[in-house]
């Protein structure tokens, strides 16, 4: 596991919102700390990925407070940080060309959302290469209604995106496996 | 709607096999095909996405008759014809290149799976500046168990899908107002 990369997607004090909806998993920030705390105390890589929205009322502007990173997640000196404005953490940054210039080809991926940063960032990681984990409770999302008006909880909308990714772009695990198999 | 291209993701033989699951909106092939044909009439570029897989078990391995396009959305001379073997079709491809080379900037997207290849192609279509269309009606999945083992209909997951990408990706739409909004 040394050289598998912790990839933290948008954990951004703007996604605290109230517009954004109701949320699923509230401990997904606790189990993120816990895993980043792992990664530092082991040396090993760790990613924060930033969302910049270019969107007209995004809380996550990057001239809005909603654009820093969560306190807890903070990136210390030695961590990469990338921008994006879009979904992927691969499509305008130098994320990819990061990751092999080091040849990382492990990923451990966490944050927010589920079903739009998160998948979009998991789907493109296991379709360019790499080997993937995307760690189901140190994510979250929020409800939506789709184009019908039929809403649909987050939890559902959770579930049910981390059984698409699941051994097609990646390996879905808990916090506490990830913990206990790579801490020695 | 001139040079908007049709993006036909997927839709071969191999995906008739039973071993898929049990797949929603069976009525999907017959709304392609009415698509294709205004398409055609209308001389609009048409995009053919075929997946050639590199797994050892799957129908779509190119050696394969699963490989095959089905009958009714066969490529006809002047349409273009990818083949892609990871569930994006932006990604070993010429299809950005295809795409930019000919001022396409607005896509309507359909094929199987929503979930898969699918979503997969409108996330990043969406995430490159590609105005798109994903056609509700046009598209199907399989269903699925999660990595906890709770299993997930078709329907569930082709609809929890188009939630989550419409407005964020693509607009969502029906074969109907497509075909209407786009045959004059």
Known sequence: MDNTALIIVDVQKGL????WGVRNN???EQKIVALLAQWRDKGRPVVHIQ???????SPLRPDRPGCEFKDEVTPVAGEAHF???VNSAFIGTGLEDYLRDRDISSLVIVGLTTDHCVSTTT?????????VTLVSDATATFDRAGHDGVHHSAESIHD???ASLNDEFC?????EDVLSSSGS
């Not at 605290?16 to 517009?19: L, T, V």
């Open 123 to 131: 789907r493109m990681a296991g379709n360019l290469g790499f080997d």
């Open 16 to 19: 605290d919102e109230p517009s």
């Open 83 to 85: 921008k994006k404005s």
């Open 160 to 162: 049910i995106h981390l």
């Open 26 to 28: 509230p401990d997904a």
């Open 51 to 57: 969302h910049c929205s270019v969107e007209p009322d």
């Open 171 to 175: 390996l879905v695990r808990s916090t």
